[in-house]
């Protein structure tokens, strides 16, 4: 499993952005898949995760209501759709993947991240 989130860029507060998580090594279909975000100066920060079904969305209070994950697994694919954006969303976002862990820091891959600025 080799992860690379893409997607990030400069938006207005109130504005939409969607993030996509690739997956360039063998298909990670039965993998949890979570994304985290990190501020500058703060911690990692979970963000989002879901099955590798598809099912039972999971969401950090900060986000819900306003983020949705969701994945193609024909595609080998992840996506995080960010709506309503507020500058305290400004991070790196970065997409992990295992075969057991639905989030944390320990999960066994991760990708290099994509930059979100949200302008007030």
């Known amino acids: 499993v080799q992860l690379q989130a893409s997607g990030g860029g400069l938006v207005q507060a109130g504005g939409s952005l969607r993030l996509s998580c690739a997956n360039s090594g063998p298909r990670f279909g039965e993998y949890y898949m979570a994304w985290f975000r990190q501020a500058p100066g703060k911690e990692r920060e979970f963000v989002a995760t879901?099955?590798?079904?598809?099912?039972?969305?999971s969401y950090s209070d900060s986000v819900k209501g306003r983020f949705t994950i969701s994945r193609d697994n024909a595609q080998n694919k992840g996506y995080l759709q960010m709506n309503f954006v507020k500058p305290e969303d400004t991070a790196v976002y970065l997409c992990a993947a295992d075969p057991f862990r639905a989030y944390g820091p320990d999960m066994r891959y991760w990708g290099k991240g994509t930059l979100v600025t949200v302008s007030s």
């Open positions: 879901i099955k590798w079904s598809g099912a039972s969305p």
